[in-house]
């Protein structure tokens, strides 16, 4: 192993100062590296011995100490700063940080050029890494052994434990997947949405302090990147920046973690395939395209559905999904991984919670998750318990996913192969006539939607706008006019049961004050609100005003 200290001991580092940080002094260096750009931390690969001038942030002291502070957190191994040039002296609060981390803060003479101290790190580097290498070849040949011969993941990383000596434990979140080596350990707490989220970004690795049974662990995460993303999560246990791993322990994981990428990857094909399947089968069964109800009956079986119970699918649509898309500015290959991402997790999280045999599919933008319900359950005990399990959903969706927005629609749950399709149009329409009405970021059933139904799928929209006009246009002249409120007052009205109490109540205001309004709008429209028959008018009329509000020109007289 290459320390800090050892690195000090060769010319021309033997005339640089160490200002902060000695007690990191036995950090290894695995890499040299030179900074004179702002964004290097994307590139560094931990145990590097950085160069800089500071140059890219001379004038500015906080981003100064961020640096120290971000560099050690990624297990570099030391900073040294050529000063009298564009910094004359080392900030105080730097220096604490670097004190605070035992993070080797570096001040080099300005006579003293950077190919004067790459040179001979750079010689000793490659001398100490042949002999690294060799090692590291021969646990690679062994590694590459158990790999081949089909003995699996928890095979290997056991393999992989006894070579490098640490505890291990591998995630993959996607799989459901959790691998221990010992495999007898509890599982760590698993990773946090924002630290898998920081991998998946970064892909590289970081100190954690991760929790097993109430208990820290000090720990390294690695990503295991596959594809150009991050698939799992190698977890070195009990790992400390100083000494940090051995070389050749690093060139073992380096490898190891390179061989285990191709075995996830055979798991993500298996998982690939089965979720093809899958969407294949929700496909076929919603859109009612196939010849023997048999044949798909057995399909089901396989997924675990009983087709002859209850089924209900519960479909949650990803809102101006592709305007999210284009600002985000990703690549269609990324915009695949984020629509897998979306489906494995919803299928994660469906296992963890809910005891229903399910399947998630992906259609288009739309998520369909099929789900079978006990047999003999009333169809409103089904809809109110599938409707209190879209809303976990729905909240779930927007923790793990901040930056989508997603409207969720419930059909009516029927028995029978041949109206799966039936019940999904419905919570399609569920989706569209309940965000015209409400809005979108909610979970709409279609049974409670009652009027807007008929509303929402008239194709006449300018005979809906004119019986509008023709009830409650005066009202809405009036209330332009006058800076009034009456159609408001009328509508919190009717949605309270035409009770005034409850109604002034939620208007903030006295009930004679509601009953004044009432009298003035019996006026203004020239009608009875005694009438049942006028009253479902003006009811039917709010509830067109409220898909299609009234506008500055509807109102101009």
Not at 140 to 166: H, K, M, P, Y
Not at 176 to 181: E, G
Not at 475 to 491: G, M, R
Not at 516 to 537: K, W
Request: with cysteine; hydrophobic share 40%; net charge negative.
């Amino acid at each position: 192993m290459f320390t800090v200290q050892q690195a000090l001991s060769l010319n021309p580092l033997t005339q640089a100062k160490v200002v902060a940080g000695t007690a990191g002094l036995k950090r290894q260096i695995n890499h040299v590296t030179v900074m004179e750009v702002p964004d290097l931390i994307q590139w560094l690969k931990g145990n590097d011995f950085i160069i800089t001038s500071l140059y890219c942030m001379k004038d500015d002291p906080d981003a100064q100490i961020k640096l120290v502070r971000d560099i050690a957190r990624l297990g570099c191994a030391a900073l040294a700063v050529k000063t009298n040039r564009y910094v004359k002296d080392l900030p105080t609060e730097m220096k604490a940080a670097a004190n605070e981390l035992s993070f080797p803060l570096i001040d080099i003479p300005e006579h003293i050029t950077y190919i004067d101290i790459i040179n001979p790190l750079m010689e000793h580097l490659l001398d100490h890494t042949a002999g690294v290498l060799r090692q590291a070849d021969m646990a690679f040949r062994w590694l590459q052994e158990v790999i081949l011969s089909d003995q699996g993941l928890e095979a290997a990383l056991s393999t992989l434990q006894r070579l490098v000596g640490c505890d291990l434990t591998l995630e993959c979140p996607e799989l459901d997947l959790v691998l221990s080596a010992p495999k007898d350990k509890e599982p760590l707490t698993p990773l946090g949405l924002e630290t898998i989220r920081y991998l998946h970004n970064t892909c590289h690795p970081i100190f954690l302090v991760r929790n097993r049974e109430g208990i820290n662990v000090p720990s390294l995460v690695i990503p295991i990147m596959c594809r150009s993303s991050a698939y799992a999560f190698l977890t070195v246990e009990n790992y400390q920046h100083n000494p940090g791993l051995s070389a050749t322990s690093q060139a073992i994981l380096d490898h190891g973690t390179a061989l285990m990428a191709t075995e996830i990857m055979k798991l993500h094909s298996r998982a690939e395939l089965e979720r093809q399947h899958v969407n294949s089968f929700v496909e076929e069964l919603i859109t009612q395209d196939f010849k023997s109800d048999t044949a798909m009956m057995e399909r089901a079986r396989y997924l675990g559905l009983n087709l002859t119970q209850p089924c209900l699918p519960i479909v949650f649509d990803v809102d101006q999904f592709w305007r999210s898309i284009e600002q985000a500015e990703l690549t269609e290959e990324k915009v695949q991984i984020l629509k897998l991402r979306l489906q494995r997790d919803l299928n994660s999280y469906l296992k963890a919670h809910s005891s229903l045999p399910f399947v998630v599919a992906q259609r288009s933008d739309s998520l369909v998750i099929l789900t079978i319900w006990p047999q003999g359950e009333s169809s409103d005990t089904i809809i109110a318990a599938a409707y209190k399990m879209a809303q976990d959903i729905l909240l779930h969706l927007k923790r793990a996913f901040p930056t989508l927005h997603f409207t969720g629609g419930i059909g009516q749950p029927y028995t029978g192969i041949r109206n799966v399709g039936k019940s999904f149009s419905q919570a399609r329409q569920a989706i569209l006539f309940g965000r015209q009405a409400h809005g979108r970021r909610q979970v709409f059933c279609y049974s409670q939607l009652g009027v807007y139904r008929l509303l929402c799928s008239h194709s006449d929209q300018d005979e809906l706008l004119a019986l509008r006009n023709e009830i409650l246009g005066p009202l809405a002249v009036y209330d332009k006019k006058q800076s009034t409120n009456f159609i408001e007052t009328l509508a919190a009205y009717f949605r309270h049961n035409e009770d005034i109490n409850a109604t002034a109540k939620a208007l903030f205001v006295h009930p004679n004050t509601v009953r004044y309004r009432l009298e003035r709008v019996a006026e203004l429209l020239n009608c009875d609100l005694s009438s049942t028959d006028q009253r479902f008018q003006i009811y039917l009329a709010l509830k067109i005003a409220s898909l299609y509000p009234f506008s500055s020109n509807d109102t101009d007289s």
